[in-house]
Structure formats: structure tokens, C-alpha cells
């Protein structure tokens, strides 16, 4: 089935640095879509990206889609405290639409 | 407009017994998708409802039963429970002719001992 790994698992900034993650879909995504989960909390939904090649910027937040639609990044610029929590990418199973797979999720924590 | 609202918060069941976790989607949501998330991992697709009927299921046992109501609130059943099935188990509703965009509640909280 299909599979979505993030990279890296766990990552730990200082405040004010930048912080990257990247998606890796084994198969090809007719979109993807990015999550937020603060700790003890619930996934609210981010952005959505459809085109190949397709980058959208949210204020600090950069997302790209890769070319082959295969692969996506979040970057982060000038990381805040209320940036912490575990960033999931999902995409839509090829099989169907209404199956979403999420990625391994990368933690982020952030020091003050 | 409330959004997703789950019930109960958090529950406690001892192995071998039976669970029924409830699902009210966002206002104007027609479709409720369920997800387990185990500790430290990300959400796992359960299945999904729309237009009361089972669209499509990830890779769950038969021990684990859905339903829609007319109103597109839905119920999660869970029988014959393992240990393994401790887990945050979240609803999310979506409107069908949208672009995927799930709308999460705050998750039911099952242990299981």
C-alpha cells in the first residue's frame, strides 16, 4: 500500500532559526496536504497543494510540491515558540480519494 | 458555527469489551472520516461515511463497525477490544465536493486494560 515518510522524525531549533521537513510519497499524490498537531492536541489542517512544481507561502511558512508529485517540504523561517508541535503531510490514496495516508509526522521543538 | 465535536473525551474499557465513540461534523459537512493515532504516530485512516453508507476502509478489522445518520453525525464501534487498540481516535469532516479539506475534532482518548 501506499507509504508516506517524513524526515526528520524529531527536530530541535533555537528560536529564530529556520527548520525544514520533507515528504516522501511511495507513490505518485494528486494533491497533498499539510497538518499541525500541537502537543495533547488535534491535526488543523495548513494548506493544500494540487499543481506539480506548486510552492505557497503562509506568512513564515514555505510549502512545495515537487515536480513529480511525489515528494513535498514545509519550511519554517525564524522559527517561534508557537511554531512547536508534530507536522504531518497526508495525501489521497491512489485508490480512491476519500482514503487519506498521513506521513510519520516530524516533531518540532523550539527553544526560547 | 461549533466545529467537529467528539464525545466522550476519555474512556476507559478493560479487553474483551465493546466501545461506541460519537462524531458531530462542522456545520455544512457531509462526509466523517475516522482515524486512529497511536502514541507518537501519525493517524491512520479507518474509513470514511458519506450518504450513510461506508465509502471506502484502511486496513482495520471487522471488529471495527461504523454508522452515519441522516443528520451526517456518525458512531464509531469498536468490538472484542485489545490492548492495542489504546489509542486517540479522531473524527473528520469534510464536504464532499471540497478539496479534501478535513476539519479534525479534539479525539476520544481509549485505554484499554
Known amino acids: 500500500g501506499q507509504q508516506v515518510m517524513q524526515i526528520p522524525q524529531y527536530q530541535h531549533v533555537q528560536e529564530g532559526e529556520d527548520f525544514t521537513t520533507y515528504c516522501n510519497s511511495s507513490?505518485?499524490?494528486?494533491?497533498i496536504q499539510w497538518y499541525k498537531q500541537r502537543p495533547g492536541g488535534h491535526p488543523v489542517f495548513l494548506i493544500q497543494l494540487v499543481k506539480s512544481g506548486e510552492v505557497k507561502k503562509q506568512k513564515r511558512l514555505t510549502f512545495q510540491f515537487g515536480e513529480a508529485k511525489k515528494n513535498s517540504s514545509l519550511h519554517i523561517t525564524a522559527t517561534q515558540t508557537t511554531d512547536v508541535g508534530t507536522y504531518f503531510c497526508a495525501g489521497p490514496d491512489s485508490g480512491g480519494y476519500q482514503k487519506v495516508t498521513f506521513g510519520t509526522g516530524t516533531k518540532l521543538q523550539v527553544i526560547p | 458555527d461549533a466545529g467537529v465535536t467528539q464525545s466522550p473525551t476519555h474512556l476507559i474499557k478493560t479487553r474483551g469489551q465493546q466501545v461506541t465513540l460519537r462524531c458531530s461534523p462542522k456545520?455544512?459537512?457531509?462526509?466523517v472520516s475516522w482515524y486512529q493515532q497511536a502514541l507518537g504516530q501519525g493517524p491512520q485512516f479507518i474509513f470514511q461515511y458519506y450518504e450513510e453508507e461506508e465509502r471506502q476502509r484502511g486496513n482495520f478489522p471487522d471488529r471495527f463497525s461504523g454508522h452515519q445518520f441522516p443528520n451526517y453525525s456518525s458512531e464509531l464501534n469498536v468490538n472484542a477490544l485489545l490492548l492495542g487498540d489504546s489509542a486517540l481516535y479522531l473524527c473528520?469532516?469534510?464536504?464532499?465536493?471540497?478539496?479534501?479539506?478535513?476539519?479534525f475534532g479534539p479525539g476520544t482518548r481509549l485505554t484499554v486494560l
Open positions: 507513490t505518485t499524490l494528486s494533491n
Open positions: 473528520a469532516s469534510s464536504q464532499e465536493h471540497s478539496t479534501n479539506e478535513q476539519f
Open positions: 456545520s455544512g459537512h457531509d462526509t
